[in-house]
């Protein structure tokens, strides 16, 4: 941990445990993200990594330990407030409003919207149209950004795998995030797709933006990561370079295979 | 409706009585009109909770039972016990406008005191907590004499307007303006709500919290204010039955039939579509009240299955509807941005 305290950390999570029932889903488990940087999270199905990701966005509360994002201590806060803090995540299988339009469902990741407070819808009509306005802006240059421009006025149900992968993508944007939580951003994507949503994870990271992602796929992990963690049963066992992770033996024993 | 039991020569039925036998039958429908206005209050408050925001509200009968109580007793002028009557809380000869405000305020208070505890659970249990807890406030409308005057209910209501000499056919009309007009303003006000941003973020709750949550939404905030409007909208429902009908009591008009009732006005009319609710709400009253009004018609052996048969009919027409049209009569609107 020396070497890595000089550079400020975007994320650090510390002794952090979860339970459920008597499984130790994630158990004593500490790691870090560096700022502006693309970090892989691997490992066997069931080590804890989809569980850890939803305590640092804060859908779960954690049994113990800490998480802070940045200067400030985030374990215990509402997953409102951490999104409103620049923390956003995705979901490994599409949590897309299905009954929604893409359109719709990027303008919802509008951040303090007057139209979105009852009071405003009355009293302040004026500021409810122009800032609706302008979030509709920004969606649509999102839009523009995720190739996904053409589908704007498509119900969400009625977009592919991949298609909903994007919007995943798309909408954690508009919350105009500094560290983004991506779970499985390429799974059943096909691989034009993939390369296309990594080339644009690539753009938006020399934009300042930091990614935390899992996933499954070695060839995304080896060449598109700059660091790799390892979890295995609830902890991080290794944690590196992907050359140095990829040979490290406990990392080969638990979950590359020989 | 003061029909003359003497069967009438035909000089009459031509004559000068036609007009009372007509605005008989407008009475009748006027009265079909306003207590399908009751029940698309009820429709589109549960519209709201449910069909937008998704939260299973199964105590419909409890908030309007609030609405209805509250208003009888702000608008009857005092009634102490008497000699065959029990008496009730006040009342307090208030004018109407102001028992439709605090009728709304009462249901929807205890609806956003409701909504702390329970809106965070789940569907189901949501459901079987405001069930119970309907049923509770009905069992305490039934016992708590000194206030609701207990089963024999609260009577005479006064009529909107009186009229002079006392016209069933004018009382019925008022009653329908009234009703017509709330209803018109409501939909107004409703339409412009949950057009708004605010409505997507209800809808958002519906479709999935988490990812809500996860845009950055305060979901429980929405779902406590979707609970509380929908609540005061059944309750201002209770404030019209107790105007119309003007006599409550609690055993039947309050029972979970009534939540069920209101059910099914929302699936068959368009969950997450208020003109939906609206227009479930008189297609399924209109079955009841045709069925009463054909039993004067049907044959000997049909007249008293023909309530069961118009259970058959709403039955048969909810599984047909929920096979081959799940989303309603009108169904949710696609929403176009620009």
């Known amino acids: 941990m020396t070497e890595r305290s000089e550079a400020p950390l975007i994320l650090r999570v510390q002794d952090v445990r979860k339970s459920f029932g008597g499984i130790r889903a994630v158990d004593d488990c500490s790691l870090a993200v560096s700022p502006q940087s693309v970090t892989g999270l691997i490992g066997p199905n069931g080590a804890g990594k989809s569980t850890l990701f939803n305590l640092i966005a804060g859908l779960y509360r954690p049994d113990g330990g800490e998480i802070w994002f940045g200067d400030t201590r985030i374990d215990g806060l509402p997953p409102f407030e951490i999104v409103h803090l620049g923390l956003t995540k995705t979901w490994q299988i599409p949590h897309e409003l299905r009954n929604m339009t893409v359109l719709e469902n990027l303008v919802l990741g509008s951040k303090h919207n007057a139209g979105e407070h009852l009071t405003n819808l009355f009293f302040q009509p004026g500021l409810v149209r122009r800032d609706e306005k302008r979030w509709r802006q920004r969606a649509r240059e999102v839009l523009r950004l995720t190739q996904l421009d053409a589908l704007a006025n498509e119900h969400a149900k009625a977009l592919s795998g991949g298609q909903k992968k994007l919007l995943e993508l798309a909408r954690a944007l508009m919350t105009d995030p500094t560290l983004v939580l991506l779970d499985e951003p390429v799974a059943g994507v096909n691989p034009t797709l993939a390369g296309n949503l990594m080339d644009l994870i690539e753009k938006l990271r020399r934009d300042g933006r930091t990614f935390f992602l899992i996933e499954h796929d070695m060839n995304v992990v080896m060449n598109r990561c700059d660091r790799v963690i390892v979890m295995h049963q609830g902890r991080t066992i290794a944690d590196g370079t992907p050359a140095s992770v990829k040979a490290n033996p406990v990392v080969i024993e638990s979950y590359l295979g020989g | ?338």
């Open chain 2, 1 to 338: 409706m003061g029909v003359p039991a003497r069967p009438r020569t035909r000089n009459e039925r031509a004559g000068a009585d036609r007009t009372a036998i007509d605005t008989g039958i407008l009475t009748n429908v006027g009265f079909y009109v306003y207590v399908s206005i009751v029940f698309a209050l009820l429709a589109l408050g549960f519209n709201l909770q449910w069909g937008y925001t998704g939260l299973f509200n199964a105590g419909i009968a409890g908030f309007f039972l609030i609405g209805a109580y509250t208003t009888a007793i702000a608008i009857t002028p005092p009634t102490p016990p008497s000699i065959g009557y029990p008496g009730h809380l006040g009342g307090f000869s208030l004018p109407l406008w102001l028992a439709a405000i605090l009728s709304m305020a009462a249901a929807g208070s205890v609806a956003a005191l409701v909504a702390l505890p329970t809106v965070r659970l789940r569907a189901d249990y949501l459901a079987i907590a405001t069930l119970a807890f309907a049923e509770v406030l009905r069992v305490v409308a039934i016992n708590w004499e000194s206030v609701t005057a207990g089963t024999i209910g609260i009577f005479p209501i006064p009529q909107p307007v009186e009229f002079n000499p006392p016209s069933a056919f004018l009382n019925a009309m008022v009653k329908v303006a009234i009703g017509a007009g709330v209803l018109l303003i409501l939909l107004v006000v409703l339409l412009f709500m949950t057009e708004s941003p605010w409505g997507r973020v209800l809808r958002a709750v519906r479709e999935d919290e988490e990812a809500t949550m996860a845009l950055g939404k305060n979901t429980f905030l929405y779902k406590l204010q979707a609970f509380a409007i929908g609540g005061a909208l059944m309750g201002l429902a209770g404030w019209l039955f107790t105007i119309t009908i003007n006599y409550i009591e609690p055993s039947g008009s309050f029972a979970p039939a009534i939540t069920f009732s209101v059910w099914v006005m929302v699936i068959v009319g368009g969950a997450g579509n208020l003109r939906g609710a609206i227009v479930g709400a008189f297609a399924i009253y209109g079955l009841e009240w045709l069925s009463v009004q054909l039993k004067d018609y049907a044959p000997r052996e049909l007249k008293d299955t023909i309530f069961y048969i118009r259970l058959m009919i709403v039955g048969t027409l909810l599984i047909v509807l929920i096979i081959y049209r799940p989303e309603g009569i009108l169904r949710e609107k696609k929403r176009i941005l620009r």
